[in-house]
């Protein structure tokens, strides 16, 4: 069964940064595109950033240059350094395998709330 587990959430001033995780499993985690998403209250859950079996990465307008996506397939991980963070960053984040901007599976795992306030 896939599972995704995400953690690293916490609150933070503006500013400042966070590193979230992701645990994959029930899946060949080096053969899938990964990617975060963040769902804010009220809103729909959004893309945020994904990165290819190559490394290739790809990320949405409203992070470019802030946050970075990482892997290490040895581990089944998959990392987001969020920095200079704002107020709008404020979300409930998510992994899982990406099909270009959209959640391959119907699995999702808890998510880690990520709030940035002063």
């Known amino acids: 069964q896939v599972q995704f587990a995400e953690s690293g959430g916490g609150l933070v001033q503006p500013g400042g940064s966070l590193r979230l995780s992701c645990a994959a499993s029930?899946?060949?985690?080096?053969?899938?595109?990964m990617g975060w998403y963040r769902q804010a209250p009220g809103k729909q859950r959004e893309f945020v950033a994904r990165?290819?079996?190559?490394?290739?990465?790809v990320y949405g307008d409203s992070v470019k240059g802030r946050f970075t996506i990482s892997r290490d397939n040895a581990k089944n991980m998959v990392y987001l350094e969020m920095n200079s963070l704002k107020p709008e960053d404020t979300a409930v984040y998510f992994c899982?395998?990406?099909?270009?901007?959209?959640?391959?599976?119907?699995?999702w795992g808890q998510g880690t709330q990520v709030t940035v306030s002063s």
């Open positions: 990165i290819d079996t190559g490394g290739l990465t």
């Open positions: 029930g899946i060949t985690f080096s053969m899938y595109a």
């Open positions: 899982n395998a990406d099909l270009y901007k959209l959640a391959r599976f119907q699995n």
